[in-house]
């Protein structure tokens, strides 16, 4: 299916609306169920979380809403229509962005030659790059959004994987973005950096875009999320709004939660019986 439908026609969807919604969902990969009944809604203005440890299948989730894999099971709704996209350009049509870790940008290339990457400005008959206007508009975009970098004729490669995930979020907002995915963007990053991250991401949200943030960290997921979804095994382990759970119990359900109280109680059994196995060679003695 291949109807690429702006999302400036789109202005009048509800803000409760989903912006992207996802009904079990399922991806299998021959036999191999990658994920399996997972729903997941975004809306305008939110931050929907998606944890989950190595293997839960947040790649996956993703790929499918990037455009790079289509599901097998489940239905997927942009806007309210059903949606298979067969390319990552018929998920940026619809105003889907993904920022991958590793940054689609060329470090050797400046800041603003990078924020217009593949949507260069161009102009006279010749159609020459309208240099002077590009960095106009970067400069501005960028402090829009607060971020300051001082030359914006530097290398992107010379900025801090913060300030690169930043310049990344600033254009995906420029060229339209209504749907954020972030995939891990402070796996790599110390705390500083993670937190000039971490307020872009809040305020991407306050521009009125739906942002995906995929992490395995829930504290950071819990200092800007307004809904978490764990993952375990392919499948949702949790959904929950933030004002259904606290960090403690967020960081419990990642360390293992249910799993690990579960272990707990084997282990206290096994204590146990190793006590009565003693007591009983004792009474033998
Ligand atoms: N192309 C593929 N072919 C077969 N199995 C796959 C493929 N891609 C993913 N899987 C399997 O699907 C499951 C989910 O993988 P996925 O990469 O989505 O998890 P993840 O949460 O992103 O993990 P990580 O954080 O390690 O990247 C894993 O068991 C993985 O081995």
Redesign the pocket.
């Known amino acids: 299916m291949t109807t690429t439908k702006s999302f400036a026609d789109e202005a009048s969807a509800s803000p409760n609306t989903p912006i992207v919604m996802l009904e079990e969902i399922g991806k299998s990969?021959?036999s191999?169920h990658?994920?399996r009944g997972v729903s997941l809604s975004v809306r305008q203005g939110e931050i929907t979380c998606v944890l989950?440890?190595?293997?839960?299948?947040?790649?996956?989730?993703i790929k499918i809403i990037a455009g790079l894999h289509d599901y097998t099971s489940g239905r997927m709704s942009v806007n309210g229509e059903e949606r298979h996209f067969s390319s990552p350009r018929e998920s940026l049509d619809s105003g889907i962005a993904t920022v991958y870790q590793d940054l689609a940008l060329a470090p050797l290339m400046s800041v603003w030659r990078n924020f217009f990457l593949g949507n260069e400005l161009t102009k006279g008959p010749f159609r020459q790059l309208d240099s002077a206007t590009m960095k106009r508009i970067a400069q501005e975009e960028l402090a829009k959004m607060g971020i300051s970098i001082p030359n914006l004729e530097q290398p992107v490669g010379k900025l801090s994987g913060g300030q690169r995930q930043c310049v990344a979020i600033a254009r995906a907002i420029h060229f339209g973005a209504k749907v954020l995915i972030l995939d891990e963007p402070t796996a790599a990053l110390g705390v500083n950096q993670s937190g000039v991250v971490l307020k872009y991401v809040v305020k991407a949200r306050d521009a009125g875009i739906g942002v995906i943030f995929i992490t395995?960290n829930p504290h950071h997921a819990y200092l800007v999320g307004n809904h978490f979804v764990v993952?375990k095994l392919?499948r949702v382990a949790l959904d929950t709004h933030r004002s259904e759970i606290t960090l403690e119990q967020l960081t419990t359900e990642m360390a293992g939660g249910s799993e690990l109280e579960a272990l707990s109680h084997e282990l206290r059994d096994i204590d146990a019986e190793v006590v009565v196995d003693t007591a009983v060679e004792e009474d033998r003695t």
Not at 52 to 61: E, I, Q, R
């Open positions: 990969y021959g191999i990658a994920i989950g440890d190595n293997g839960a299948g947040k790649s996956t989730l395995h993952l392919g």
